[in-house]
């Protein structure tokens, strides 16, 4: 077990290392979204990987993962100290979150939302 919880940590570090300065195109230019259901702090509360569940704390050793979608298109992704910001736009199923060095869609499952990268599996849940 403790092998399992040592391989999503790093797969999880890794996930947050992708988000932050992954391949992408550079951010478009914001857009209003006020009227949007999706503004708001979002805050990852797990992480799975290959079926198995962690806590988003434990996985990134104390570190939250946040995501802020704000009304006017800008958004950040903040883990620990590290913060990127880009813009958002509402899509099919959900959102896509440009900046620079990242491109991600991520997905609405009604109550949260979801996002895959590396095969880590991550919820953010809204604050």
Same mark, same amino acid.
């Given at each position: 077990? =403790?092998? $399992? ?5 790093? $797969?999880? $570090?890794?996930? !947050? ?8 195109? @550079?951010?478009? @230019? ?12 979002? @805050? !990852?509360?797990? !992480?799975?990987? $290959?079926?198995?569940?962690? %806590? ?14 704000? !009304? ?9 100290? +590290? ?8 899509? %099919? ?6 900046? +620079? ?5 991520? +997905? +609405? ?16 849940? =809204?604050?």
């Amino acid at each position: 077990m =403790k092998r $399992l919880n040592s391989i999503i940590c790093c $797969l999880v $570090l890794a996930v !947050a290392c992708v988000l932050l300065v992954g391949c992408g195109s @550079k951010a478009s @230019k914001p857009q209003d979204m006020s009227s949007s259901a999706y503004v708001g702090t979002y @805050k !990852a509360m797990r !992480a799975e990987f $290959l079926g198995q569940e962690a %806590s988003i704390e434990e996985v990134l050793e104390g570190k939250e993962l946040i995501l802020q979608l704000n !009304a006017d298109g800008t958004g950040t992704l903040t883990t620990g100290e +590290d913060v990127s910001t880009g813009t958002w736009s509402e899509v %099919s199923g959900g959102i896509k979150l440009q900046g +620079d060095g990242f491109n991600m869609k991520i +997905d +609405d499952k009604g109550d949260f939302l979801e996002t895959t990268v590396l095969g880590v599996t991550i919820q953010l849940e =809204k604050q």
